[in-house]
């Protein structure tokens, strides 16, 4: 079967985003993905917590596993506008205070679910961080399982990909 660059060029400048989901995995397998995460903290007890919320069932990579809130940045969106259109109020439901604190940034390597791969594709990763303060509205949206979770006992059913994020969580809030 020969291959036609050209016809294949032409035919990606036709899609518009967002693509159908099974073409997007298709196309992120194939480049590396920038996502962000935002870390929802809160403090008290003498002890730090943070938000995870469960990826549906229908999720083609993690289904059923808690995570920390994120997204892949689309084309058009910055790490900020991501989480504010499309994790912060539709998936947690928390408007912030203040603009949230970036954190670290590092890479995701494809392969099996890990410490430092994933199978949903390479991922330029970063990730943010509010600290909730005892005055900040928390408005969650219904239908989402979400909890806080000791920074120290994660559930079982985690998203491996996102220790490192923990662990660097760890560092700052102690736990």
Request: with cysteine; proline share 9%.
């Amino acid at each position: 079967m020969s291959f036609n660059n050209e016809a294949f060029l032409a035919l990606l400048g036709k899609l518009e985003w967002p693509v159908p989901p099974d073409i997007f995995y298709a196309l992120a397998r194939k480049t590396v993905l920038p996502s962000v995460d935002l870390a929802i903290i809160q403090k008290g007890g003498g002890r730090a917590e943070v938000l995870l919320t469960k990826r549906p069932r229908s999720d083609p990579f993690f289904a059923g596993l808690w995570h920390i809130p994120g997204a892949i940045i689309l084309p058009g969106e910055t790490a900020l506008s991501t989480l504010e259109k499309r994790v912060l109020k539709p998936d947690v439901g928390v408007s912030l205070t203040g603009e949230p604190e970036f954190l670290l940034a590092r890479d995701i390597l494809m392969g099996p679910a890990g410490r430092d791969s994933s199978p949903r594709g390479q991922e330029a990763y970063r990730l943010f961080q509010h600290v909730l303060r005892l005055d900040d509205p928390a408005v969650l949206v219904d239908g989402v399982e979400r909890m806080f979770c000791p920074l120290d006992q994660l559930p079982d059913a985690f998203v491996r990909h996102q220790a490192p994020s923990v662990e660097h969580l760890r560092t700052i809030h102690g736990s």
